[in-house]
């Protein structure tokens, strides 16, 4: 039996479960490792409740930065309820909102980057699962960006690989599969482009 510390065929140590579910590679509960990812789950889940009955922004802003192990600006806002059954791979920058009932699924990877707003009920999902139903069981994770400035609105869901580009804004509703340019209005099912965002001196 293969030794989970190590490659045996190189000498050298394995990467870390959590390395490895980032990285993409194909993850299964039969994993030696997977405890690792089990005990996370349920910290966060923990944690979770705390946040969720919490009664202000402060609190709110405490508890998620426990569940992330990142501090969560001040400048930051986040409504509850915000669901997350990981937590340890977001990143949430400055002046960020986060409005009511929104899902980050982040095994992945989640990064939310300065100056974005997020409407409500937006679901983050980074984990999928193979096709093959032998192996269907077996989590495959790829990160999602929301860079400077973007504009998820409500019930929009953003699906494992994406990055939505600087100032871009995700019409409510939409599903994103594809990454979305720098100054874009997409939206639909699967989201399509609207049109460009033109900066203009008011």
């Not at 993409?24 to 490792?33: H, K, L, N, R």
């Not at 806002?77 to 977001?90: E, I, L, Q, R, S």
Request: aromatic residues 6%; neutral net charge.
């Amino acid at each position: 039996m293969k030794d989970p510390q190590h490659n045996t065929a190189a000498g050298l140590p394995e990467k870390d479960i959590f390395e490895r579910l980032k990285s993409g590679e194909a993850v299964y509960a039969t994993d030696p490792g997977y405890d690792k990812i089990n005990e996370t789950v349920a910290r966060t889940l923990r944690l979770s409740q705390q946040l969720n009955s919490s009664d202000n922004v402060k609190d709110v802003r405490h508890y998620l930065s426990e569940i992330t192990g990142n501090t969560i600006d001040d400048s930051t806002t986040v409504f509850p309820p915000f669901y997350t059954n990981f937590g340890k791979f977001t990143a949430i920058g400055k002046n960020v909102f986060i409005n009511h009932a929104c899902s980050f699924l982040d095994m992945g990877g989640i990064t939310v980057e300065d100056n974005v707003l997020i409407g409500p009920k937006v679901n983050l999902i980074t984990e999928n699962h193979p096709v093959n139903p032998d192996e269907r069981r077996a989590l495959v994770t790829k990160p999602i960006t929301i860079r400077k400035g973007a504009w998820i609105g409500a019930g929009a869901t953003i699906l494992p690989g994406v990055t939505v580009g600087e100032n871009a804004i995700v019409a409510a509703g939409a599903m994103v599969s594809k990454d979305v340019p720098a100054d874009t209005v997409v939206g639909g099912i699967p989201a399509k482009t609207i049109r460009k965002i033109n900066h203009e001196t008011i």
